[in-house]
């Protein structure tokens, strides 16, 4: 039966380019979206640029702009970057878009009118020079814990400060004036009413998720969830449907984190679909949630709870493909250290495919990963230059071979072939996407085996017959590893589509049925040094 599956990508912010950081946290949607598609299932996979809050606002005045001058040159660097690497998004869209914009505001008013968002009067930091409410960028103070300056938000060390660090000891960044307490008004979203709700939903989903995931969202539920300020003293961003508070901005975490439905809903409306059939309570509906570490209880906790509180049917999402972090040769990415490597300097330089195929072949699943160039180069030559490229060079380019000719399938290359096909599946809907690799890597050892055992090159001189069945099982081989590997490396694969003259749309086994003419047969990857 064919599923309705969304796909949503964690929605990049605009402040800054994307580097590999992002990369081995987003590839997996594409890659899911990708194999999803081959099996026949209905996908939209979706995401957006994060335009809003304050980080825009700071740099904007920084460097005397609109902060949509900012947001609007990082949303176009993001779609540059995700073309260039062949993410095939349904929808890539932004948060400034007014159709996103209107339909969260509808989805504030329904949790508003539904008592889950309510008003608070709490004490908060005040610039009395700048006139104005601080929010945590916006303050700067010595670190409790490790004595280094840091700005309101988590320090490098690790340590949150509190709001009482933050009154007590911070300085507005912008003046360098000391802050005073004062009380501020703002909606807040009821997540202490919600935490019952949340809870159930983690205990019949959470089986679905990765280990991290699941950690990370007990570690909140175990401390009980307070309720989080909805509404901010801001000028960019979007406007609160409700009276008393036209002078205020939709908190940016709300704003994106339902980018997810309103992605969705639009693509839809585009393309004549229903979008409740992928996010309504549906047994045939599955809804991943693809980010890193650090975007855990925003899709955990916070869109559970928001879906909740609109009290409509909402359908929870099922699986969380969180990732661990990357390490830049050996050290935490940061922008102080300078360390972090953008995506499209990478892919300046390398082969596309080898970059997917490196960060999904090696991505931090169950621990921190490490990228180096040594390491990178290491895994190209072996995995695809040694094995799978050497394998299809031997075969398709075998001197005086022009033609291959239709023989009989050797019944133990097809039993293998079929049970390739089910392992990879199995590990891609547990999210074993490393192990799922590691399973089509197999079968190219396996297809480097048998030409090796059946040395064609002496079947060539002595039985054309044998020489003949014998590259037509390796083009067998071949034709469905292209398959296999397309979610990974299309472009690869699409090459080896069109030497073969193959359907690698859809998700079952292929079987060479009719002589194919070589021609132009090229090298798909170079050996690095």
Not at 246 to 272: P, S
Request: proline share 3%.
């Amino acid at each position: 039966m064919k599923r309705n599956v969304v796909i949503g990508g964690a929605w990049p912010y605009a402040n800054s380019s994307l580097h590999l950081g992002h990369l081995v946290a987003l590839l997996p949607g594409d890659f899911l979206a990708r194999y999803h598609r081959k099996q026949g299932d209905n996908v939209v996979y979706v995401s957006g640029t994060d335009c809003h809050g304050t980080p825009i606002t700071i740099r904007a005045k920084k460097e005397n702009k609109k902060p949509k001058e900012i947001s609007d040159y990082y949303n176009e660097e993001f779609t540059k970057t995700f073309n260039k690497m062949n993410f095939s998004y349904d929808l890539y869209t932004q948060t400034e878009d007014e159709y996103h914009k209107e339909k969260v505001k509808e989805m504030f008013r329904t949790m508003y009118d539904n008592n889950y968002i309510i008003e608070k009067e709490e004490p908060q930091p005040y610039c009395p020079k700048c006139n104005k409410f601080l929010a945590d960028r916006e303050l700067k103070l010595t670190c409790p814990n490790c004595g280094n300056e840091t700005k309101g938000e988590e320090c490098d060390c690790g340590y949150n400060p509190t709001i009482q660090d933050l009154i007590e000891h911070a300085y507005c960044q912008e003046c360098g004036t000391k802050v005073v307490e004062k009380l501020n008004k703002n909606l807040y979203i009821a997540l202490s009413k919600l935490q019952p709700m949340v809870e159930k939903f983690f205990e019949e989903n959470s089986g679905n998720w990765r280990k991290n995931s699941q950690n990370e969202t007990l570690k909140y539920l175990k401390q009980g969830l307070i309720d989080r300020a909805v509404t901010r003293d801001l000028e960019w961003g979007i406007d609160i449907p409700v009276d008393g508070y036209e002078n205020k901005k939709m908190y940016v975490w709300i704003d994106a984190v339902l980018g997810y439905t309103t992605a969705t809903m639009k693509y839809c409306e585009e393309h004549n679909l229903n979008w409740e059939d992928y996010w309504k309570e549906n047994n045939n509906a599955l809804i991943y949630m693809v980010h890193g570490k650090d975007n855990i209880i925003f899709h955990s906790i916070i869109l559970p709870a928001l879906l909740h509180a609109m009290n409509s049917n909402m359908k929870m999402p099922d699986k969380m493909v969180s990732c661990e972090y990357l390490n830049i040769n050996d050290e935490k990415i940061s922008k102080s250290k300078g360390n972090g490597i953008t995506i499209l300097d990478l892919a300046d330089e390398y082969d596309v495919d080898s970059i997917r195929y490196f960060f999904l072949s090696n991505g931090p699943e169950k621990k921190d990963g490490n990228f180096s160039t040594d390491e990178f180069k290491a895994v190209h030559n072996s995995d695809l230059v040694n094995k799978y490229g050497n394998f299809i060079n031997r075969t398709l380019k075998f001197k005086g071979l022009d033609k291959i000719k239709v023989g009989k399938i050797d019944e133990e290359i097809d039993k293998k072939i079929s049970k390739t096909y089910e392992n990879v599946a199995n590990d891609i809907e547990n999210l074993e996407f490393r192990k799922a690799i590691e399973e089509i890597i197999d079968l190219v050892e396996y297809g480097n085996k048998y030409y090796d055992d059946k040395k064609p090159w002496v079947l060539y001189k002595e039985n054309e017959t044998e020489f003949n069945n014998v590259i037509y099982n390796c083009a067998n081989i071949i034709a469905n590893l292209a398959n296999l590997f397309e979610p990974v490396m299309p472009n690869a694969s699409n090459k080896i589509k069109n030497y073969l003259n193959i359907d690698i749309s859809k998700w079952e086994k292929i079987i060479i049925d009719k002589d194919i003419e070589l021609e132009d047969i090229n090298p798909l990857f170079e050996r690095l040094k």
